[in-house]
């Protein structure tokens, strides 16, 4: 079962058209990965004070199938897809939850994979995700 993160779309977050940005889905992602491994007990900040490292983004792909619009609710999801030593690649949707009192289905709107590379917070030189970290993300 994937972690989901509730966002609802503000105007900040739509373009001239009436429709989220593509580029903020990259924004929603980002935050649903982040409480994600708060969830797990993975604070960012601590753990970059703690280790000497830090998560980047090395790579995304995103597959857009239908717009989200002003005060749309959505979930947006986060799931392990595969770890290596120096990277992780998660697996993310954005959902938008049907009206109050529908009882339509939620609609799929966005879904990619994030990879994201494990670096020294100083240099930013790859290194090896730590096994504590590992260890809390296996199933």
């Known amino acids: 079962m994937p972690f989901t993160f509730p966002i609802r779309i503000y105007w ?8 989220v940005f593509y580029a903020n889905y990259l924004k929603f992602f980002e935050r649903a990965r982040t409480e994600w491994l708060r969830a797990l ?20 792909r995103l597959r ?9 609710e959505l979930l947006v999801t986060a799931a ?10 998660i697996a993310q949707q954005a959902w938008r939850t049907p009206a ?5 289905e939620p609609d799929l709107l ?23 970290i590992l260890e809390v993300l296996k199933p």
């Open 12 to 19: 900040e977050d739509t373009d001239a058209g009436g429709i």
């Open 100 to 104: 109050s009192g529908s009882n339509g």
């Open 41 to 60: 007990g993975i604070g960012q900040q601590r753990l970059r004070e703690a280790t000497g490292g830090m998560f980047v983004v090395t790579d995304t």
């Open 80 to 89: 392990l897809q595969e770890s290596g030593r120096a990277s992780l690649t």
């Open 64 to 72: 857009y199938l239908r717009p989200a619009r002003l005060d749309d």
């Open 110 to 132: 966005c879904e990619g994979t994030i990879r994201i590379g494990w670096v020294e917070a100083c240099t930013l030189r790859p290194a090896r995700i730590p096994s504590s």
